[in-house]
């Protein structure tokens, strides 16, 4: 079946630190792929999405790019702040009708001042 | 613009005692869904609803049942609870042509 696989967090980053968070998955045809960001007491926000091979979503000075030759969509920004510190959760969705996402475990991000 | 709005957001509850968690959406979006967040597991889809009088199972439902009430709101029952329901429950709406958006959560630990 679907899935999609994590770096195991926590990560712990000083301020502004390039952050790269991996992430892999596993479908058939083409899902499109999703970055939602946890603040504390939050629900999930989208960061960004990419529908398509080679397309880069970009948000906040976040980016990840849709490689389907690697499955992955590694999510990335140069120069990470305090206020980034948060749970970041990679998802696909392929149904086309209803979008039944199917997230990964989450990576919480630290960044210290 | 609220969004998403859950309610209650703690509950606890007794092994064997029932509760409705509700949910309610002001963006005129079909689809609901019902998720539950686990340390180290991510979220799992409960139960959806792709439209005003359909309900579906997810990946975890046994142990939950969904009303689709109207097309604003979606609620969750559990009839009987069991510790192994205690867990963050996450609603969210999606409209069809737009991503996901989650309300705020309700913990729920069952005692």
């Known amino acids: 079946g679907d899935s999609v696989t994590q770096m195991e967090g926590p990560v712990t980053l000083s301020e502004e630190a390039f952050l790269t968070i991996n992430c892999t998955y596993t479908a058939t045809g083409y899902p499109s792929l999703f970055w939602y960001v946890q603040y504390p007491g939050e629900g999930l926000q989208l960061l960004l999405k990419?529908?398509?091979?080679?397309d880069k979503g970009s948000n906040k000075g976040f980016e990840a790019t849709y490689r389907k030759e690697t499955t992955s969509f590694h999510l990335e920004k140069g120069s990470v702040q305090v206020s980034d510190s948060a749970v970041y959760f990679c998802?696909?969705?392929?149904?086309?009708?209803?979008?039944?996402?199917?997230f990964g475990t989450g990576t919480r991000l630290k960044v210290l001042a | 613009n609220a969004g998403v709005t859950q309610t209650p957001k703690f509950q606890v509850l007794k092994t064997g005692q029932s509760m409705t968690l509700q949910c309610a959406q002001d963006m005129n979006h079909n689809s609901m869904y019902w998720y539950r967040q686990d340390p180290g597991m991510g979220l799992r889809l409960i139960y959806y609803s792709a439209s005003e009088g359909t309900t579906d199972k997810g990946e975890v439902p046994n142990g939950y049942n969904v009303s689709r009430l109207n097309k604003r709101e979606f609620s969750l029952r559990l009839e009987s609870a069991a510790p192994s329901q205690t867990s963050v429950y996450f609603c969210?709406?999606?409209?069809?042509?737009?991503?996901?958006?989650f309300g705020q959560g309700t913990r729920l630990t069952v005692v």
């Open positions: 969210a709406s999606q409209g069809a042509v737009t991503e996901a958006f």
């Open positions: 998802a696909l969705s392929r149904d086309s009708g209803t979008y039944k996402y199917i």
């Open positions: 990419a529908t398509k091979a080679d």
